[in-house]
């Protein structure tokens, strides 16, 4: 408990650095001093390490495990950290802390361990990362380097050669181009095709951050060029999208309409933010009635097969073309059972009814339910109904 009170004291204060919360020098001081980071060295270095087409659509445990890791790298990969802030699963902010001659010397080390860590990380499991920073010779000024090595993110399109996309080094973004990638693109259509309106707005809060310097003002031409191009995605989706409801229709004729006359492109850029999502969620809904037609025929398969001893996840996955993952995921969400315990279930079930019978010995009943054993039967009787089958007493001529 106390460990876990120390660090969310930690991640307080970094937050209040680095959004510039503290007033004073004393202020900073004081909240500085209890995790003993250096107040008086020479420069001060804002790095945000940024994974690079982070894929969401794995597994939390997976995205958290990479991130992980990745913080370790980074934190073995310098010997002067005072600290390591989690923006989000995409990025992680350093600060660290130089006793060199000069600000060249000190870009020249960053950028050496820099190059190790892409290396290091890449090799070892796939994980493309970029830096951007910012330094400072004032422990005070953290968050205006914070804020800068922010807007240096916007500049790697334009200096791919640099490891660290410094802020004094780099040219704006929006005298020449916008953030688009076409892995987001891609990824885009991925997420409305599988109706995922749960990680669009995360999506689209990453489209507004990477091209907030040409978002605001409307007539940019750079910023029409991105709408335009998003535009493009949506008549893709929204020509292979089928009854969809008339607001949606409605919408798309007035983003169309604004594209043409060049007119309100940030309330355009949310006209589109909304049209995706709604989408999304069409399709989604769409999907999940496909889920739920497939499931009945997948119970309905299981009913008739419980009693094979050969039936499971991956042979009735198999009989569907589907994988076991996407089975098992669909039959706990539809029926709240995980696929074992419905079969298990279903055996027990009818194995009751066959011991009120009195007609036959358990081995018998063990093979009629789909079980190569009385001893599995019998394990799996006590697991389901708490006691043995014995207990009922009405077996023709037991064989324990």
């Not at 989604?284 to 097969?305: A, G, P, Q």
């Amino acid at each position: 408990m106390r460990r876990c009170r120390k660090f969310l004291i930690t991640r307080l204060i970094f937050h209040n650095l680095l959004t510039g919360r503290y007033h004073t020098e004393e202020e900073i001081r004081e909240n500085l001093s209890k995790f003993n980071i250096k107040f008086y060295a020479p420069f001060y270095v804002i790095l945000i390490a940024s994974i690079n087409d982070l894929d969401t659509e794995s597994k939390l445990e997976e995205i958290s495990a990479h991130k992980i890791y990745v913080n370790r790298i980074l934190a073995q990969s310098f010997d002067n950290v005072e600290g390591i802030y989690n923006l989000d699963f995409e990025r992680t902010v350093l600060l660290l802390s130089y006793d060199l001659p000069n600000y060249i010397d000190v870009m020249e080390h960053v950028e050496k361990n820099t190059e190790n860590i892409v290396e290091q990380l890449y090799t070892s499991v796939k994980i493309s990362i970029s830096f951007s920073g910012d330094i400072d010779s004032e422990i005070t000024k953290i968050p205006s380097s914070f804020f800068n090595a922010n807007i240096a993110i916007n500049y790697r399109q334009k200096n791919p050669s640099y490891t660290v996309q410094w802020f004094n080094k780099a040219e704006y973004v929006d005298q020449f181009s916008f953030y688009y990638p076409i892995e987001l693109e891609t990824k885009l259509i991925a997420l409305v095709n599988a109706g995922n309106s749960v990680e669009l707005p995360e999506l689209f809060e990453k489209i507004e951050r990477r091209n907030k310097y040409i978002t605001g003002t409307d007539g940019n031409s750079i910023f029409y060029g991105l709408l335009q191009s998003m535009n493009s995605n949506l008549t893709r989706i929204f020509n292979d999208s089928r009854n969809l409801p008339p607001k949606e229709v409605k919408i798309r004729g007035k983003i169309l309409t604004q594209l043409e006359k060049q007119d309100n492109l940030l309330q355009t850029f949310y006209l589109l933010k909304e049209l995706f999502i709604s989408i999304a969620a069409n399709n989604r809904e769409e999907l999940r009635k496909k889920d739920s037609s497939l499931l009945v025929e997948i119970r309905k398969y299981i009913n008739e097969h419980y009693t094979d001893p050969q039936l499971s996840l991956a042979s009735v996955a198999n009989v569907f073309s589907i994988t076991e993952v996407y089975l098992s995921c669909l039959f706990k969400q539809e029926t709240g059972e995980n696929f074992s315990k419905y079969v298990e279930r279903l055996r027990m079930e009818r194995a009751i009814e066959l011991i009120e019978k009195g007609d036959f010995m358990m081995n018998e009943i063990a093979e009629m339910v789909g079980y190569n054993s009385p001893q599995v039967f019998r394990r799996a009787y006590k697991r389901h109904y708490g006691n043995t089958p014995t207990s009922a007493n009405k077996f023709k001529n037991p064989t324990y």
